[in-house]
């Protein structure tokens, strides 16, 4: 068998689960071991499959076998003529390098994991009128004259501020914004400006094939791929008793890993940038698939909401990742699986990150919003995600939509090979997908854009306090709500819960009749707004889930404003 048939082969069993699959496996990958493989595509394919085997193992050989294969690829690669070795560029493929505009806060990880790894790829920077704004931060006055004179370009002016100094460009920018971080606010932004073409060699750290967490034994696949057992809602509700809050130490090792696997893609999420080491949950769903659970540092929570994002491991593999914003009881979420695990178990995968938010929020109502089933999202559109959340029980919250989707369903079972066509899913995309559990109240739901409502109305409360600058404003509306609530000692609570308090105070002042509320629910208010500023926020959104009062009087001002 050639080389390119015998990569084919392996790519269209690598999630058949028999007896003779297993075997066929196992000696695809030690032929292919011994073989060179001279194209790009074919090398790209053959990882693909092996980071699939390793994920889904037949057995702990075929993971140490998929593993080893993935570890010789920078071999490989170095081995390629330079314009294959060009074609694998951006791949994410372990030898390969990278070239992306990564946002400020994935370049302080990459300064922080990986500096000399990373350069500033000057051929691909188009306009340095934004690079200029943000070097004029870190220049002295001392230095100004010259580099202000128009006789040294950025890149060069650089090269003379960092003389002898054994640092690549991009690390010697990022140490002197990493003095300043009393501005980091408005260095993120201006960075972000700039755009900055960035080069980077990942290594077998963090590359697809090789950026790992052990979090568990490795498992194998025996029986295969596994379904969700009957309705969704029951298996989301099924209890879920292995899971625990990962120590600092480990947090951090999830961050990184979950910070590689989308680096590597070109993608980011802000749930993984911000992510808080002190608040990792890891769900041990079986088969060695382990859903981890990432809560945000507390200088970058929501106001109102609990954001909290989500990476799903294979046998240590980062096969897919999203995020999650609760919020009294419901969760808005979607699911993003990676390209090589794609004809795993989705939809298995899904369910259960679900059950995980369920079994750590109490969540009883999920929300897809347009964008993860195609509005805006031609990836989406053209693999059909609205019919992959239909599936599982989701259902449009428009009655036309849903009239619509309910025959479209309809002509699916009866004409078989039928798709819908992207004039039909585009119209299916117009609004949001719910799935309800046992239990769950229409009654009980949030609208989305009263959150929008509640930060106008904040402001309108800052604008009435007697500062007019904004933090005094919000010091102002803390006073004014604790008066309220009769606690005069926050202004000894810890750091993070003042911040909460300054961030909660002006939403919870729009609340009309708070000194009618019982001594019982004003107690309680104080009590969540404490837990906002916690070490993590799992006590908040289920102190949250159970005060009824504040969902229903929030409520109740959000109708008002809409009417």
Same mark, same amino acid.
Request: net charge positive; glycine share 6%; proline share 4%.
């Given at each position: 068998?050639?080389?390119?048939?015998?990569?084919?082969?392996?790519?269209?069993?690598?999630?058949?689960?028999?007896?003779?699959?297993?075997?066929?496996?196992?000696?695809?990958?030690?032929?292919?071991?011994?073989?060179?493989?001279?194209?790009?595509?074919?090398?790209?394919?053959?990882?693909?499959?092996?980071?699939?085997?390793?994920?889904?193992?037949?057995?702990?050989?075929?993971?140490?076998?998929?593993?080893?294969?993935?570890?010789?690829?920078?071999?490989?690669?170095?081995?390629?003529?330079?314009?294959?070795?060009?074609?694998?560029?951006?791949?994410?493929?372990?030898?390969?390098?990278?070239?992306?505009?990564?946002?400020?806060?994935?370049?302080?990880?990459?300064?922080?994991?990986?500096?000399?790894?990373?350069?500033?790829?000057?051929?691909?920077?188009?306009?340095?009128?934004?690079?200029?704004?943000?070097?004029?931060?870190?220049?002295?006055?001392?230095?100004?004259?010259?580099?202000?004179?128009?006789?040294?370009?950025?890149?060069?002016?650089?090269?003379?501020?960092?003389?002898?100094?054994?640092?690549?460009? *991009?690390?010697?920018?990022?140490?002197?914004?990493?003095?300043?971080?009393?501005?980091?606010?408005?260095?993120?932004?201006?960075?972000?400006?700039?755009?900055?073409?960035?080069?980077?060699?990942?290594?077998?750290? *963090?590359?697809?094939?090789?950026?790992?967490?052990?979090?568990?034994?490795?498992?194998?696949?025996?029986?295969?791929?596994?379904?969700?057992?009957?309705?969704?809602?029951?298996?989301?509700?099924?209890?879920?008793?292995?899971?625990?809050?990962?120590?600092?130490?480990?947090?951090?090792?999830?961050?990184?890993?979950?910070?590689?696997?989308?680096?590597?893609?070109?993608?980011?999420?802000?749930? *993984?940038?911000?992510?808080?080491?002190?608040?990792?949950?890891?769900?041990?769903?079986?088969?060695?698939?382990?859903?981890?659970?990432?809560?945000?540092?507390?200088?970058?929570?929501?106001?109102?909401? #609990?954001?909290?994002?989500?990476?799903?491991?294979?046998?240590?593999?980062?096969?897919?990742?999203?995020?999650?914003?609760?919020?009294?009881?419901?969760?808005? #979420?979607?699911?993003?699986?990676?390209?090589?695990?794609?004809?795993?178990?989705?939809?298995?995968?899904?369910?259960?990150?679900?059950?995980?938010?369920?079994?750590?929020?109490?969540?009883?109502?999920?929300?897809?919003?347009?964008?993860?089933?195609?509005?805006?999202?031609?990836?989406?559109?053209?693999?059909?995600?609205?019919?992959?959340?239909?599936?599982?029980?989701?259902?449009?919250?428009?009655?036309?939509?849903?009239?619509?989707?309910?025959?479209?369903?309809?002509?699916?079972?009866?004409?078989?090979?039928?798709?819908?066509?992207?004039?039909?899913?585009?119209?299916?995309?117009?609004?949001?997908?719910?799935?309800?559990?046992?239990?769950?109240?229409?009654?009980?739901? *949030?609208?989305?854009?009263?959150?929008?409502?509640?930060?106008?109305?904040?402001?309108?409360?800052?604008?009435?306090?007697?500062?007019?600058?904004?933090?005094?404003?919000?010091?102002?509306?803390?006073?004014?709500?604790?008066?309220?609530?009769?606690?005069?000692?926050?202004?000894?609570?810890?750091?993070?819960?003042?911040?909460?308090?300054?961030?909660?105070?002006?939403?919870?002042?729009?609340?009309?009749?708070?000194?009618?509320?019982?001594?019982?629910?004003?107690?309680?208010?104080?009590?969540?707004?404490?837990?906002?500023?916690?070490?993590?926020?799992?006590?908040?959104?289920?102190?949250?889930?159970?005060?009824?009062?504040?969902?229903?009087?929030?409520?109740?001002?959000?109708?008002?404003?809409?009417?």
């Amino acid at each position: 068998m050639s080389i390119s048939a015998s990569i084919r082969k392996l790519h269209r069993i690598r999630g058949v689960y028999t007896p003779e699959a297993a075997r066929e496996k196992l000696d695809l990958m030690d032929a292919l071991r011994r073989e060179q493989i001279p194209k790009a595509s074919l090398l790209g394919s053959f990882h693909q499959s092996l980071c699939f085997i390793r994920a889904f193992p037949d057995g702990v050989t075929h993971y140490q076998s998929a593993r080893q294969a993935l570890q010789e690829f920078p071999r490989r690669i170095a081995s390629l003529s330079r314009r294959e070795a060009e074609a694998t560029t951006d791949t994410g493929i372990e030898g390969s390098r990278l070239h992306y505009r990564f946002s400020y806060d994935v370049a302080v990880w990459l300064a922080r994991r990986c500096p000399d790894a990373v350069e500033v790829a000057w051929e691909e920077v188009q306009t340095f009128e934004r690079l200029d704004e943000l070097l004029r931060q870190i220049v002295l006055p001392v230095e100004a004259d010259y580099y202000a004179s128009g006789k040294v370009s950025e890149r060069e002016w650089i090269s003379l501020a960092k003389g002898d100094q054994p640092f690549t460009d *991009f690390r010697w920018l990022m140490v002197q914004l990493g003095k300043r971080q009393s501005a980091r606010r408005i260095l993120a932004q201006m960075y972000d400006a700039a755009d900055l073409p960035l080069s980077w060699q990942p290594g077998l750290k *963090f590359a697809k094939g090789t950026n790992a967490l052990v979090v568990g034994r490795i498992k194998a696949r025996h029986r295969g791929m596994r379904n969700p057992r009957g309705r969704a809602g029951d298996e989301i509700e099924r209890p879920l008793r292995k899971i625990r809050r990962l120590q600092k130490s480990d947090g951090e090792n999830a961050i990184t890993t979950a910070m590689a696997a989308l680096a590597v893609r070109h993608r980011e999420t802000y749930h *993984f940038n911000h992510a808080n080491p002190e608040e990792v949950y890891d769900a041990d769903v079986g088969y060695g698939v382990h859903i981890l659970v990432y809560g945000l540092l507390p200088g970058f929570r929501f106001s109102l909401e #609990t954001t909290m994002g989500y990476l799903i491991l294979a046998n240590d593999m980062p096969v897919g990742y999203g995020g999650a914003s609760a919020i009294f009881h419901q969760a808005n #979420t979607g699911v993003n699986i990676f390209d090589e695990f794609r004809g795993s178990e989705a939809p298995y995968l899904w369910v259960q990150v679900m059950r995980t938010y369920h079994r750590l929020f109490g969540c009883r109502h999920f929300v897809v919003n347009p964008y993860q089933i195609g509005a805006g999202n031609i990836e989406a559109l053209r693999s059909g995600a609205f019919w992959f959340y239909y599936r599982l029980g989701f259902r449009p919250v428009e009655p036309d939509i849903a009239r619509l989707a309910a025959s479209e369903r309809i002509r699916v079972k009866a004409r078989k090979g039928y798709r819908s066509d992207i004039k039909t899913l585009k119209r299916l995309t117009r609004c949001d997908m719910h799935l309800r559990l046992s239990g769950a109240r229409k009654s009980q739901f *949030f609208e989305e854009e009263w959150l929008e409502l509640c930060a106008a109305g904040a402001s309108a409360v800052l604008a009435g306090q007697k500062h007019v600058e904004r933090r005094s404003a919000a010091c102002d509306a803390a006073d004014g709500l604790m008066k309220t609530l009769g606690t005069d000692t926050y202004r000894d609570w810890a750091k993070n819960e003042q911040r909460a308090l300054l961030q909660q105070a002006p939403i919870m002042s729009l609340i009309p009749d708070l000194r009618k509320w019982s001594r019982r629910e004003r107690v309680d208010l104080v009590k969540l707004i404490r837990a906002k500023g916690g070490v993590g926020e799992k006590d908040y959104i289920n102190l949250m889930r159970k005060h009824d009062r504040l969902r229903r009087s929030l409520a109740r001002y959000c109708r008002n404003r809409a009417d």
